[in-house]
């Protein structure tokens, strides 16, 4: 694979081994391809990374190395903007307008509720 124009997909698992008392267990992470570009990392840094990525905290050594699945992949980019979105993949309809009421009302009860229990607030020495 290639800095900068593949990402890449590792998977491994570590630990069991037959081994009594240590269960085995299964690691995977991903960076698209400009992040190892970005941070200019070679094909090394980069793999160290992912496992860490993974959260796998033990040692790298070679055996863990060698049992790594590594897959490419490239991905692209574009940008469009929200109502373009809105017109291409939801016939013109804003799928979060219908949202918009439900959390207005949901809001308005929260700020009655708490309202509510303002007023019902006893003072602890009457004056």
Known sequence: WIVGVHGIIIKFSSGSNGMRGTEQQYYSATFLPEVAKEQC??????????????????????????QIQCTRYQSSKCRIAYQEYIAECH?????????VELIAAVVAEDVVRKQRRVNHVKPCVNL
């Open 41 to 66: 990392w070679n094909q090394k840094e980069t793999i160290l990374s992912l496992i860490r990525k993974a959260g796998y905290r033990g040692n790298i050594t070679n055996g863990l190395l060698s």
């Open 91 to 99: 016939g013109g309809k804003d799928p979060l307008s219908d949202n």
